[in-house]
C-alpha cells in the first residue's frame, strides 16, 4: 500500500524501539527501507521495504 511520506510517519516500524521497549514511528525517507513508488501518477508516496513491494506495484 502506498503511503504519502507524512501519511507513513503515523505508521509504527518494526525495527525502530525506544529504551523500554515501545516501537517508534516510520521515518519515511529517512529510513534505508523507503521505496519511492516511482510513478509520476502517485506523486509523492512510497511504502516500506521490510515487507517486499506492495501488490500491483510497478517494475
Not at 521497549?21 to 513508488?37: A, E, I, L, V
Request: charged share 25%; with cysteine.
Amino acid at each position: 500500500m502506498y503511503h504519502t511520506e507524512h501519511e507513513a510517519k503515523f505508521k509504527y516500524c518494526p525495527l525502530l524501539m525506544t529504551h523500554d521497549d515501545k516501537m517508534k514511528f516510520c521515518q519515511g525517507t529517512m529510513c534505508m527501507m523507503w521505496r519511492s513508488s516511482g510513478s509520476s501518477q502517485d506523486g509523492d508516496k512510497g511504502y516500506c521495504g521490510l515487507a517486499g513491494r506492495p501488490d500491483g506495484a510497478r517494475d
